[in-house]
């Protein structure tokens, strides 16, 4: 494992955006629920978990990322949902709209490109979304959902995609450390 790193290809968000999800963040907490809340500076929107994956294969990754065809993207928060649903929830995400398939697109692409130097597909279909929180137990998980279906996203908060980012991810006992590795500006 000392030769590989974990990894993942996002788009990093605003600070507007990642206010907003801190406030809905607050908001949940005020239930009294077992949720793990992803920190605010770790927000952000996967376009491609990679996983564990060799060095020697990063600057194959970072072609590939600069391959990535791109226009004018932007997000804009959407509302507020559960994965898988909600009688089983293990995730609570916000969704995005705007440019939705393009962001699509571009994680398609990814998927297919990545492919050929060994990364596997991810096998659902991609859906853009941003995770806030990952449910442990189903403590107060009626109150949650009712808290959750209460919350009004600011409508107006939209963000310029201006890069795409490869990341490493190291796993601690108190969270992820998320570091850049490579960032492709658009």
């Known amino acids: 494992m000392a030769n590989t790193i974990r ?13 907003v999800l801190k406030d809905i963040q607050n908001q949940l907490k005020e239930i009294n629920c077992s949720i ?21 294969k990063l600057n194959a990754v970072k072609r590939i990322i ?20 909600i009688k089983k929830p293990r995730i609570i995400w916000v969704g995005v709209t705007e440019k939705t398939p393009v962001l699509i ?13 060994g990364i596997p597909k ?6 853009p979304h941003i995770t806030i929180g990952r449910v442990k ?22 963000q310029k995609i201006t890069n795409i980012t490869l990341f490493k991810s190291t796993l601690t006992p108190t969270g992820p ?10």
């Open 7 to 19: 990894s993942f290809i996002a788009i990093k968000l605003s600070e507007d955006i990642r206010s």
């Open 36 to 56: 793990k809340w992803i920190e605010p500076k770790n927000l952000h929107l996967t376009l491609k978990f990679i996983g564990n994956i060799e060095i020697n």
């Open 66 to 85: 600069k391959m990535i065809p791109t226009n004018n993207i932007s997000i804009q928060l959407d509302s507020i949902k559960l994965f898988p649903n």
């Open 105 to 117: 697109n571009i994680a398609n692409y990814l998927n297919e490109t990545l492919l050929t130097i």
């Open 122 to 127: 991810e096998e659902k279909a991609f859906t």
């Open 137 to 158: 137990t189903s403590k107060n998980l009626h109150e949650l959902i009712e808290c959750m279906e209460q919350i009004s996203i600011p409508k107006g908060i939209k």
């Open 177 to 186: 450390i998320y570091e850049e590795i490579y960032i492709r500006a658009i």
